[in-house]
């Protein structure tokens, strides 16, 4: 299968800090990424898409101006949360699917534990 | 929004035993794919199934797109099955991003 690479894999914070996440498509190009978080014991959940070269599309409740989310090239999409507070403390993880090998499927980087002290 | 659920929410199992995990959603969809959530985060890829049957080792997926669900069975159960198992669906009126259940935690003992 593809592979997505995200970095860190861990970090903490200090509250009103901001943390830039990095996912990279390793092995394909990836028209489009989708940024997830997943509290403790819950599911996933979609916060944002983006298309390389455009705007990332926010899911109802996202603050966009919170989660700034940069798509610059087909292997490369950054998360950053800005000012964080402990309650951004949360498991962020990529996705990428895009051209190449394989279309539809979706594969997932290996996710981000924020902790915001 | 498309709705996705899976049942049952938790599974105790003994090693070796078979078990069988079930998604249910409310759309037609045109992709679906079960995970494995290891206990370090990672989601692993376990199928891309949108209609039909597959097998890979120890697990099988088979999805009846007409009739809305999917089941994922794993038999022969191991200690290393352990973890969350989702489900998540794509469907043309939700774009392109995958859709998650709530997933199954299942545990397995020696």
């Known amino acids: 299968g593809a592979v997505v690479s995200q970095h860190p894999s861990r970090v903490i914070c200090k509250s009103g800090t901001s943390v830039k996440i990095e996912c990279r498509s390793l092995d394909f190009q990836a028209t489009t990424m989708f940024w997830y978080r997943q509290f403790p014991k819950q599911s996933l959940m979609l916060m944002a898409t983006s298309n390389e070269g455009s705007k990332a599309t926010y899911e109802q409740g996202v603050e966009k101006d919170k989660f700034l989310i940069n798509h610059a090239s087909l292997t490369l999409s950054t998360l950053t949360v800005t000012s964080a507070h402990p309650e951004d403390s949360s498991f962020y993880i990529c996705?990428?699917?895009?051209?190449?090998?394989?279309?539809?499927?979706?594969?997932f980087g290996q996710g981000t534990r924020l902790t915001v002290v | 929004g498309i709705q996705v659920e899976q049942s049952p929410p938790d599974l105790i199992l003994q090693e070796g035993a078979n078990s069988t995990l079930r998604c249910n959603f409310s759309?037609?969809?045109?992709?679906l794919q079960w995970f494995h959530q290891n206990p370090w985060g990672q989601l692993i890829n376990l199928f891309y199934i949108p209609s039909g049957t597959k097998q890979n080792g120890r697990l099988s997926a088979t999805t009846v797109a007409t009739e809305r669900y999917s089941l994922l069975y794993i038999s022969s159960s191991q200690t290393t099955d352990s973890g969350v198992y989702f489900c998540a669906v794509q469907t043309n009126q939700a774009g392109t991003a995958l859709i998650f259940g709530k997933g199954t935690t299942l545990s397995v003992s020696s």
């Open positions: 759309d037609s969809v045109n992709n």
């Open positions: 996705s990428a699917r895009g051209i190449g090998r394989v279309v539809a499927e979706a594969f």
